[in-house]
């Protein structure tokens, strides 16, 4: 049980390991998109509600 276990973490870790150095470059610029758009959509609720 624990062999399986121990099994699914490497490939977790190196899955995770693979895509963030596939997307480094992105990574960021992915970030700061989505909080730009979450906060332009908070900006529209908070400015219709108000």
């Not at 977790?12 to 960021?28: D, E, H, N, R």
């Amino acid at each position: 049980m624990k062999q399986t276990w121990l099994a699914w973490a490497m490939r977790a870790f190196i899955g995770s390991v693979f895509v963030i150095c596939l997307f480094g470059p992105y990574a960021l610029s992915i970030l700061i998109g989505c909080v730009g758009l979450g906060c332009y959509y908070f900006r529209n609720e908070v400015g219709s509600h108000l």
